[in-house]
């Protein structure tokens, strides 16, 4: 495959900057990346389009999220067929990685695998199994809870930690604090013990993997940062002495914002969603800023499910270009090459260079100069190599 006559950024290019250059890959891998126009008859013309690597979610769920898969626990066969056709829908947004944060009956592992082995066309999953948290948080009847696996004591989170990981997860999900779409979860609340913690921190490490932490509470995130988790995922309810304390570890913990989940539709629930979410969406966003503008380097996640309105318009690029007044490029950048140095993944995904896997996604526009590009759907988006989804007549009709 040869792509020829586009928009290179070079901070995705290995510093290549060309309005006319030159992507090949063979074997869904990527082989030589140029500034000039490709001279061979059968290349394809992008037209000056931008390509950029395929994106990347750290935080979403192919079940749980939108209701899917909820009536199917029963019944595990067609909750892996509605999972796998639900990570399918990630590439019509150009995402061509997701982090599952926790799946029904640990689903997501099996989609991973069917990924891997080539059965369905989706973006390559990074997986926890089921999440842990605490009983505190329900006896197990919250419709959501199908992906926990509730664990009170270091011992009993060491053991459901051990499963998990036995049962094919990359990494240990924890909930540290409560949870906003529970009914009987308490935001501002820590739940887990500091040993409940490092028992999760300490099974995942010595697997040589790590913990995310769903955590809103201040009193979460400062838990989690003392006790060795990796990614703080929401981040919700910060405070600025957490925040400094953050920036003081330099990289060592990274938080993954979802902002475009506290996003509230109309509808019956409005007034519901605006008073429990509306707050926190306010106190988050600020405090995303403060962090942006210290120079911590922030991942990019939605929590929120491919198909949906929050996915279709991209919302969370909207909300942190204008509720965070992040930089077009720096968005563009969390969401491709800083995900993929985060979640460990940067040496086959994440940029274009020679030697990564051919990840791609064509922009009719410049969304390193203007995010608003990436409000609808890719005109173009390969995976490794392949083109799996075209939007180029639907795009041309619309105009």
């Known amino acids: ?7 290179l950024v070079p901070e995705f290019c290995g510093g290549i900057d ?35 690597p395929g994106l990347i979610d750290l935080h979403t769920h192919i079940t749980v999220l939108g209701g899917i898969g909820l009536d199917q626990v029963h019944d595990p066969q067609a909750l892996l067929v509605t999972a796998a056709k639900q990570a399918t829908r990630y590439l019509d947004s150009g995402f061509t990685t997701i982090r599952d944060c926790g799946s029904t009956l640990r689903i ?14 989706a973006p390559d999953l990074i997986t926890c199994g089921r999440a842990i948290m605490p009983a505190s948080e329900g006896d197990g009847n919250w419709p959501m809870a199908k992906h926990i696996a509730l ?36 935001v501002d609340q820590s739940i887990m013990m500091p040993e409940e913690i490092r028992a999760a921190v300490e099974a995942a490490s010595r697997k040589g993997t790590y ?36 920036i003081a570890l330099d990289g060592k913990v990274r938080l993954i914002p979802t902002l475009a989940v506290m996003y509230i539709a109309d509808g019956p629930r409005k007034a519901y969603w605006q008073a429990r979410l509306g707050p926190m969406f306010d106190h988050c966003t600020a405090m995303m800023e403060r962090a942006y503008q210290a120079g911590m380097v922030l991942g ?100």
């Not at 030159?22 to 061979?40: C, D, F, L, M, Y």
């Not at 053991?159 to 540290?176: H, L, S, Y």
């Not at 405070?239 to 400094?244: A, F, G, I, N, V």
């Open 211 to 246: 913990v995310a932490a769903h955590c809103h509470a201040d009193g979460a995130i400062r838990s989690c940062v003392e006790n060795g988790v990796y990614t703080i995922e929401h981040a919700t309810l910060m405070k600025d002495e957490t925040l400094e304390k953050l």
């Open 300 to 399: 990019f996640g939605t929590d929120c499910a491919a198909g949906s309105f929050e996915y279709e318009n991209g919302i969370e690029f909207r909300f942190r270009k204008e509720n965070c007044r992040m930089k077009d490029l720096d968005i563009l950048l969390q969401a491709t090459k800083i995900n993929a140095e985060i979640a460990g993944i940067s040496g086959s995904t994440g940029q274009i260079k020679a030697g990564l896997q051919a990840d791609l996604l064509l922009i009719d526009g410049k969304p390193d100069l203007d995010i608003s590009a990436m409000y609808h759907a890719p005109f173009k988006v390969w995976k490794r190599g392949k083109l799996v989804r075209d939007n180029s007549d639907k795009q041309s009709a619309a105009r």
């Open 151 to 186: 664990s009170d004591g270091g011992q009993e989170v060491l053991k459901n930690a051990r499963t998990e990981i036995g049962m094919g997860a990359d990494f240990v999900k924890i909930f540290a604090s409560g949870a906003a779409a529970n009914p009987a979860g308490q």
């Open 1 to 7: 495959m040869i792509l020829t006559n586009c928009r």
């Open 18 to 52: 060309s309005a006319c250059g030159t992507v090949e890959a063979e074997n869904g891998k990527i082989v030589s990346v140029s500034a000039q126009r490709s001279p061979v008859a059968d290349a394809v013309d992008c037209g000056g389009k931008t390509l950029l």
């Open 108 to 121: 997501a592992n099996y989609v991973r695998n069917m990924v891997k082995n080539g059965t369905i066309d």
